[in-house]
C-alpha cells in the first residue's frame, strides 16, 4: 500500500485591490478609502464652483467688492455643507453591529459575580421604576429575576 501525497494547492497571488487595505481610519472613525476620496472630490467641486460663482455674482451687483466677497463665502461654506449631506447619502455607513453570541454567557458571569458578593445581587422589586425600564429596554430585566429566584452555589443571600 502506498500513500502518494500532493502539495496542498496554493492560494493565488493576492491582487493589488488585496494588498490595499479597504478602509481607513479617520478620526477615530472608520471609512471606506474609495468613499472617502470621492467624497472630498465632491465637496472640493461644489465648494470651489459655488464660490467661484457665488463671487461673479456678487461682485456684478454689490458695490462693495469685501462685502460681495463675505456673501460668496457664506455661500461656499453653505455649499461644503451641501456636498457633506450628499455624499452622506450616496456613501451610507457600511457599520455591521453584530452581538457576540457569547455575550449572554458574559451577562450571566456579571450576574453570578454579583450574587457571589457581600451583599448578594439584591431584589429586582426594590428597583425604582426608571432603572426597571432601562433594565427591560435592555433586555436584562428577565436575566435578573432568572437569577433572583436561583439560589447561588458559593456565598450571595440565601
Known amino acids: ?81 451641501v456636498a457633506g449631506v450628499v455624499s452622506g447619502k450616496l456613501f451610507r455607513p457600511k457599520r455591521n453591529i453584530a452581538v457576540d453570541s457569547s455575550e449572554g454567557d458574559t451577562v450571566g458571569d456579571v450576574i453570578r459575580v454579583l450574587q457571589e458578593e457581600r451583599q448578594g445581587l439584591g431584589s429586582v422589586s426594590d428597583l425604582p421604576a426608571q432603572t426597571v425600564r432601562e433594565l427591560k429596554e435592555l433586555d436584562l430585566y428577565d436575566r435578573f429575576v432568572e437569577a433572583e429566584t436561583q439560589t447561588p452555589e458559593t456565598g450571595g443571600r440565601s
Open 1 to 81: 500500500m502506498s500513500i502518494e501525497s500532493q502539495p496542498a494547492p496554493q492560494a493565488p497571488p493576492p491582487t493589488d485591490d488585496q494588498t490595499r487595505p479597504r478602509y481607513l481610519e479617520v478620526w477615530g472613525d472608520t471609512v471606506d478609502g474609495r468613499d472617502l476620496a470621492a467624497s472630498v472630490v465632491i465637496g472640493i467641486v461644489v465648494s470651489v464652483c459655488a464660490l467661484l460663482g457665488a463671487t461673479a455674482l456678487f461682485n456684478s451687483f454689490v458695490t462693495d467688492s469685501s462685502l460681495a466677497e463675505a456673501y460668496a463665502l457664506l455661500v461656499g461654506i453653505a455649499a461644503c455643507l
